[in-house]
Structure formats: C-alpha cells, structure tokens
C-alpha cells in the first residue's frame, strides 16, 4: 500500500501523513503520448515529504550535467506533499507551499523546460492525497485546469482516501474522470494511474491513462524488488506504445541493496518496458549509480519503438528467462536467478522467438562483451543476478569468442572442515574449444584441491564436471565469501580465454552461548517459504489470544538448517499448523502440529526445522539454548520495556493539540503481559506520546521498537524522541504500512532517526518518546521498548 509521510516543525505541528487473460484493450487515450515507457525523477523513494524548488531545480541541472537527459530521462517529478493543506477559498484552487516553492509550481515548471525536460507533480483520486494534503475526488476539471494552467506534464494520481465501494467500475469512474478533465484542457499530460493493482488496472488502464501501476509500493530491499517482479512479470500481453505496466519507481541508489540486485533492477524493467522513473538523491549518487541508470543498451531495450514487453519463456525454481523482440530484429534476453546461490539460467533458441540460425551472436548488455552460441543461450548467473544479452543471427560465427557457461555448486562451509564443491564447464558455442583448464581461488588462507581439472576439448553442448574440496581456514567468522570459478580454454585454434563466475559461500559457525530467539541466529540453509518474526501473510504470529513478536513462519514444505556444533542443548517451541518436525542431525526428535514442542539436542552438530504437508505453519517464539544457558537466563537479543500499558495509558497523550485523537488502555491487543493502548486516530494522524517525568538512558540500545494492529482502515506507524535541554524533535522517515486488520512491529535504529543540522542524537538522554499513526481508525499497540 501506498506510504504515508508526516513532518514535525519545532511546535510539534503534524502532518499527516491468478491473473485474467488480456481483452483487447480499447485504446481510447492513444493520444501520442508516451509512446515508450517514460523516464525521468521521482522525489519520493528518497525524500518523502522533503520536497521543494530548490530541490527539484537541482535535479533538473544534473538531469543536463550528467548524462541523464542525453540517455533519454525527461519526466522531473514531484511526489506528495507541494501543496497548502486548504484550497484556496475564493477560487477552490490547489495552492503551492509558498515556503517549499517560492516560484510557485508554474515557477519551477518554467525552470525544468528551460533545460529541455517536462515537470511532473502528484494528486489523488480520493479526498485526500496519502500523506494528507487536498485530493482531487469532486475537483478533477478544476485541478486538471490548474495543472496545466502551470505547465505541468505529466500526473502521478494515487488513490488514498479514495471513499470508494471497491468495485473496479467505480475506480474505473474516479481515474476516467480525471482522465476526462486533462484531456479538455487542451495541454497534452501524460496521466499515471496509481491504484496499487487493486483493481487489475491493466485490464482496463489502457482506455482512460497511459501507465498503471501493477503493485503495491517497493521497498529498497530484495524481497520486496523480487516480489514485485513476480507480480509484473506475467503481464507483457497488456504492455505496448502509450500504455504501460508500471511496477513502481527505481530505488537504485538508495542504499539497501547491492550492485548485482540494482542491475537486475534496473535490467528486468527494462525487459518489461517498465517505465524509468529514478528515486534517488541524484545529488550525492556515485559513478556507479549513475553508470547503471545511463547504461544506454539497457535504455535502448526499454526504449525499443516496438514496445514489446518482455514474455515469459520459462519460469521455474526462482529462474526465469524472459524474451523481448526489438525493432532492430534482435531479441533482448534475459536470464534472471532469483536464488540465493550461483545458478545456470539458460533457453534453447528454438524456444525464442528467435528466427531459426546456424549460430546466434550474444551481446551482454552491462560489459559489451560479445560471443556466440549455437543453439542455447546460457550462463550462469549469480544470485539475485539477472544477465540480459541482445542476440541475432550470425552466419559465420568463427571470428566470434564461443559462450561458455562456467558453474558450480557448493554447501555450507564449516571452518577447517572441508567442504565438497562440483565444478561444471560447458561449451555452448559453434565449434570446439580445446585445452580447457578450471582453477578455483578463494580469500586468502582459503585452499581447493581437486584431482584432476582439465580437459583435452569439447564439443559443442559438451560438458565436464570436477569435484574439488575446498577449506576455509579455522577460526574464519561466519558471513557470505566469494570463491572464483574460472576456465581457461583455447577457441578457434590459437585464441586463449578464460571464462569465470564467482560463488557467494555460505560460512556458519557454532552460536554464541545463552538462549537466543532462533529467529535472530543465522541459517545455514533455508528451502520453501520462510518469514521471520511474521507468518506467511506477513503479520504477527498469532495462536489463540496470545501474538507473539518473536517467531518463524513457514508455508509448507520448507526447512531450516542450523549449524550448532555440539554446542547446544535444546529447542523450545510454540507451533501452529501443518505437521512441525525437529531434527539433531538425521534423527526426529520432536514432531507436533500444536501446543509447545521442546527437543533435545545435546551433541547435535545440526537442527533442522521442517513443515511437511501444504498450508500455512509457524514456530512461535523458538528459543535455542546453547552453552551453558539455563531455563532462567534472558533470551537475547535482549529488550527493555518503555511502555507496557498494564497500569493504564502510562501518561500517552497527544503533541498536536488541533490534530485530534484520544487513548485508552485495552485488553484487545498485548504482547507484553495482558493490556496494550487503544488509539483514536484522527485522518490527518497525531503523534502518542508521554511527558517523560525523568529522561530515559538507553545507553547500549540500538533500536526503539513497538508492536501495532490495525482495525478495517489500516494506518503507518513511526517513531520521533525529544533530546537534550532544548527537547529537539529527531523523527524517524519511514513511515511503516500496516494493511487493514493486520499486525506488525515498527523498529527504527537510532541511525534512522534523523535530528536537525548541528543536533546528534544520544540515547543516554531521551527526553520524550513519540509513535505516529494516522488513517482515521482505531489503532492498537503495545510493548514500546528499547533493544
């Protein structure tokens, strides 16, 4: 669902903050407009509600300095959070915050097409905009006026607030009237529909916008970049010129995930003719984020005039190769490993829509490299990698290097023991390739030995595998650690190459002693379906009257595997659902499918977790106990409880006396003991809180944390503390979603609560705490502690 934003100025003022098959699209708004996907900046990924002119100036000039408007970006948008929150009252007009935008938005429109861009900005089909500010429901032609009365481009129109029934024909209504208002101004805008997927808009998007989000909002993480590819991915039938499947903007750059995973990012919407659309501060982005949004072989496959969005060839075990014709006659293919290991990713050509060829030459797009394949495009890709390569027809593929796909597979390494590793050479190029030599380096004080790695020749689709044993040193602290494959081979009788992929091997030592909440400790190997300290559905996990904060949910079949040693005792267990195995190595020592499950593990050097049969199954609160840990020790990582609400509302009052709200203690929702808060909120959201009688000192803390369910309405959650004499403001900037009816605990570390210029934040002199919520229902929490 879409985020929600507050900011609090100094008198602590608040503001809120299986799918159908394709009908012929109607094509109503074939307008000319956004005939490729568009590309341009997005405020919103990296700023929230910090949005101004200044701001939106500056991003335009490095849009000029650095390449970005050459490369094909045009849209500089402003998100959420540009306007007064009242219409004007002669007019009924929006009016722009005169202290974020000086110029006004006609003001800063002026500037972005100074420089040869289009300036977007941002309303809602509902009352009210998500973080508050005035919708445009009842307003479309007014709005739709004013917009282009100052020059804007392009519209992004959430859905917050939206007062509908649900029906796809009511949101059908909303969007077309918008859609209906733009197009009688006269001014060509192009128009997003941002309704989250709710409805299947690409069903009906092509009719009434040009774009149409598919998805909730992303994430600057794994999970949640890879879940929206499985949602967008199977849609290609609706895609083409002027409308478009859009899975939400690009966070590459922000910060929470790695090259490898922002060049998938970045490939797979190319491949799905993804709008562009940039969420990163672009005035602090290094080289090598700027190389990965100007790569103009990745943009031209976005870009590509045909407009054909990637199609599904085939998907199976977190592998996926998507095919996308190109104007040019080539084929943009992707090989896409959403695993967590080194994988082989490959396709027949015949599989393609490829036209049928002796040989095939292979562009990769992020390296320029290019070989050639006789019938199958393959290599193997890194985890969470995806390699895309432009491939033709080559008649002669002789003066072309062959592909050669270089893999293995490797288990969990324990220090100073050896561990197997299968190497695997494959030759997919037209002719042999001879002398071939395979050599496995890891870190340093790392050995591989194997008895034989080398090979006279190979023919074309010929493979050879090796076994190698392979020590990481003792003492080697546990954490992921590369380990290079690589092969040395002679192509075309005098040319030598070498070919090379890089495992990411998983190290695991022995836990530390005491009693440790399983689900902070590190697994050695996970299958299936797994969620910490959440269920499958991605709330608390529940059993009976009792949510727990802590725990492991599963869909059926997973597992788990931890490393122990020989250093731990027992597993200690509440379980729900399915049937819930425990095992010391080979050998079941607890099974049950409710109740409390405790099992001995005593010289165990593995545990392993496993949900058998189909559905839903959690562990609730699992402690492992290791060492020399008795029943009495604290379960670490251990907590300190702020608030608990067993007494009564422990003083929680409101800091914005206009913003409305109440509280009163509750017995509906606990997770530390039997009562937690009930909160009134107000639609515009209040900060809760307490006058702290004495600061707190949190010295040693990380985190500050609390646990919140939601009624039917749903609301965010966030934190914000008072420091020092001066009782400063610092507030956290995420503004975490609860969907309607759900449970969840909001954490923020201390490094994500951000205090004004000059301020530092120091936990041994917590003035106040505050939490955030909003949304206008009724909100529970409970258990505000310090970790």
């Not at 100094?10 to 996907?37: F, K, Q």
């Not at 509600?49 to 849009?63: G, H, M, P, R, Y």
């Amino acid at each position: 669902m879409r985020r929600f934003l507050a900011v609090a100025a100094a008198a602590l003022t608040v503001v809120a903050a299986a799918v159908a098959l394709p009908a012929t699209p109607a094509l109503a708004l074939d307008d000319g407009l956004a005939r490729t996907p568009p590309m341009g900046f997005n405020d919103w990924n990296a700023f929230g509600c910090d949005v101004n002119e200044q701001l939106i100036k500056q991003t335009a000039d490095l849009f000029v300095s650095e390449g970005l408007r050459d490369a094909g970006y045009r849209y500089v948008n402003i998100d959420d959070c540009w306007a007064l929150k009242e219409r004007d009252a002669a007019t009924g007009r929006l009016l722009p915050d005169p202290v974020k935008f000086p110029d006004g938005i006609a003001g800063t429109a002026a500037y972005v097409h100074t420089k040869g861009l289009k300036l977007g900005i941002y309303g809602d089909a509902g009352t009210n905009t998500c973080a508050g500010y005035p919708g445009s429901l009842g307003h479309e032609a007014l709005d739709a006026r004013t917009f282009a009365d100052w020059g804007v481009d392009y519209l992004k129109y959430d859905n917050c607030y939206n007062q509908s029934d649900g029906t796809q024909a009511e949101y059908i209504r909303r969007y077309t009237a918008m859609r209906d208002a733009l197009r009688a101004t006269g001014r060509p805008i192009v128009f997003e529909i941002c309704e989250w997927g709710t409805t299947q808009p690409w069903t009906w998007g092509a009719d009434v916008g040009h774009l149409w989000r598919t998805t909730g909002d992303i994430s600057d993480n794994w999970p949640s970049l890879k879940s929206i590819i499985a949602q967008n991915v199977g849609l290609s039938a609706y895609a083409g010129p002027g409308h478009w499947n859009d899975p939400d903007m690009l966070e590459i750059g922000n910060g929470g995930m790695t090259a490898t995973e922002y060049r998938t990012h970045m490939s797979m919407w190319a491949m799905m003719a993804a709008p562009l659309i940039i969420g990163t501060d672009l005035r602090s982005a290094p080289a090598e984020t700027l190389a990965i949004l100007t790569n103009r072989d990745v943009i031209g496959i976005d870009q590509d005039r045909l407009g054909a969005q990637g199609r599904v060839v085939s998907d199976s075990g977190g592998l996926l190769v998507l095919d996308k014709p190109l104007a040019s006659g080539e084929h943009a293919i992707a090989l896409y490993n959403s695993t967590d290991t080194l994988a082989t990713v490959g396709v027949a050509a015949s599989a393609t829509g490829l036209p049928r060829a002796s040989a095939y030459r292979l562009r990769y797009v992020w390296s320029g490299a290019v070989t050639q394949a006789a019938r199958t495009i393959e290599t193997a890709v890194p985890a969470h990698g995806t390699v895309v390569y432009r491939v033709r027809p080559v008649g002669d593929p002789r003066p072309l290097a062959p592909s050669v796909t270089v893999a293995g597979s490797m288990g969990t390494a324990v220090p100073g023991a050896g561990i197997p590793l299968t190497t695997t050479i494959t030759n997919r190029g037209a002719g042999a390739i001879g002398d071939v030599r395979v050599k496995v380096t890891g870190p340093a004080g790392w050995t591989a030995t194997a008895a034989s790695a080398s090979r006279r020749s190979l023919a074309t689709d010929a493979s050879f595998a090796t076994s190698w044993t392979v020590t990481a040193p003792a003492g080697t602290a546990a954490g992921s650690y590369p380990v290079t494959i690589s092969a040395s081979y002679v192509w075309g009788g005098r040319h030598r190459q070498t070919s090379a992929s890089t495992l990411g091997v998983n190290v695991v030592n022995a836990p530390p002693g005491g009693r440790l909440h399983l689900s902070t400790v590190r697994a050695a190997a996970v299958s299936g379906s797994v969620f910490y300290d959440q269920n499958s559905a991605g709330n608390l996990i529940s059993i009976g009257d009792h949510v727990y904060v802590r725990g492991i949910g599963t869909l059926a079949p997973a597992s788990l595997s931890y490393y122990l040693g020989g250093s731990c005792s027992s597993l200690v267990s509440d379980i729900s659902g399915g049937t819930l195995e425990v095992y010391a190595d080979d050998t079941l020592v607890a099974a049950g499918s409710s109740g409390t499950l405790t099992a001995a593990l005593s010289g165990a050097t593995w545990l392993r977790l496993v949900t058998a049969g189909t559905g839903e199954a959690d562990w609730a609160q699992p402690v492992l106990t290791c060492g020399s840990a008795g029943p009495g020790d604290p379960v670490l990582p251990s907590s300190r409880t702020l608030f608990s609400f067993e007494s009564g509302t422990d003083g929680f009052g409101i800091a914005n006396a206009d913003g409305g709200g109440s509280v009163e203690q509750s017995p509906a929702f606990a997770t530390d003991g039997s009562a937690g808060l009930l909160v009134h909120t107000p639609v515009n959201g209040n900060w809760f809180g307490p006058a702290l009688p004495s600061p707190f000192d949190l010295s040693g803390a990380h985190a500050l944390k609390f646990d919140m369910r939601t009624s039917g309405l749903g609301s965010v959650g966030e934190f914000a503390v008072q420091v020092g004499d001066a009782y400063t403001w610092c507030q956290g900037g995420q503004w975490t979603w609860t969907n309607p009816g759900g449970s969840r605990t909001v954490t923020r570390s201390f490094d994500e609560i951000g205090c004004p210029a000059g301020v530092t934040l120091d936990p041994a002199d917590i003035r106040a705490v505050w939490v955030f919520l909003n949304t206008g229902g009724d909100v529970w929490i409970d258990n505000i502690r310090a970790e």
